[in-house]
């Protein structure tokens, strides 16, 4: 790949992984109607775990669910379309949104994730 | 097996700690000349030659945080539930949504340091988050394994 398409490629993909992971792990529920990780790992079935599409809640059966795996697997298809689609983009002008926006969207996505974390620590 | 794991995941933190840290001195604190002092040794680096060790070191901390994570989620996070420590777990929640977000980041890193000298607002910004990432989950993960470890 020439430079070009990296200086759009992976900008692109960082942006999209973030802006899908932090509402994923947000809004991500046992009641959730739309399933924001691709699959979900259950760690205490048999000896290594089991792994269902999608999002699954946990029971008494599976036990505890694990859906982070899922929402990397999830990030990681998005941000691979941002990518794609940043290639088709005219170069240097998309090029210089991107090399602001790939360090202000993580930071607002930390933001984002911070301030929904606050349930944990009662503030 | 899960206690190798974590000690190696410890390792590999420390070893990104001091890789983070010395390019981010750098970066932000560079050594101005004339300064011989041990600090100024420590800042007067090339940033850039840290880069691809950084990469490395945070792929391998994560992939070895990513396989003893389900022993976190079923022996030490119920424990956590049970006794309302529930800022450990918090603390853990943060310490991995970052990771994830900063992994993903980690080709764009590499693009603004090693393949471009545009955008130097782009590169300092980038180093800070993976530096910031890096310095809070490892004293995270520290305040988790004391609350409760795997042992």
């Known amino acids: ?123 | 097996m899960a206690t190798f794991l974590l000690i190696l995941h410890g390792i590999c933190a420390l070893l990104l700690i001091g890789a983070v840290s010395h390019q981010a001195l750098g970066v932000f604190w560079p050594r101005r000349p004339g300064q011989t002092d041990f600090v100024a040794n420590a800042r007067g680096i090339r940033p850039q030659i840290y880069v691809v060790p950084i990469m490395i070191l945070f792929v391998t901390t994560f992939v070895l945080g990513a396989a003893i994570y389900p022993v976190y989620r079923v022996y030490v996070r119920p424990p956590l539930e049970d006794l309302r420590v529930l800022y450990g777990i918090g603390l853990f929640e943060i310490k991995e949504n970052f990771a994830a977000i900063v992994l993903a980041s980690l080709p764009a890193y590499w693009y603004f340091w090693k393949r471009t000298s545009d955008y130097p607002t782009t590169r300092a910004a980038l180093t800070a988050i993976v530096f910031v990432t890096v310095w809070y989950n490892f004293i995270a993960g520290h305040i988790l394994n004391n609350l409760r470890g795997f042992g």
């Open chain 1, 1 to 123: 790949m020439n430079n070009s398409v990296i200086a759009r490629a992976f900008p692109a993909f960082a942006i999209g992984f973030a802006l899908f992971y932090a509402p994923a792990y947000s809004f991500t529920g046992g009641n959730s109607t739309f399933s924001w990780p691709l699959f979900t790992y259950f760690p205490s079935v048999g000896d290594y775990g089991e792994f269902h599409w999608l999002l699954v809640p946990g029971s008494d059966t599976l036990g505890p669910p694990m859906w982070w795996y899922g929402w990397i697997a999830s990030a990681t298809l998005v941000g691979l379309a941002f990518a794609i689609i940043a290639m088709l983009l005219p170069s240097k002008a998309v090029e210089r949104i991107l090399a602001t926006l790939v360090w202000i969207v993580p930071i607002l996505a930390f933001a984002f994730l911070a301030n929904w974390e606050r349930a944990w620590f009662n503030i």
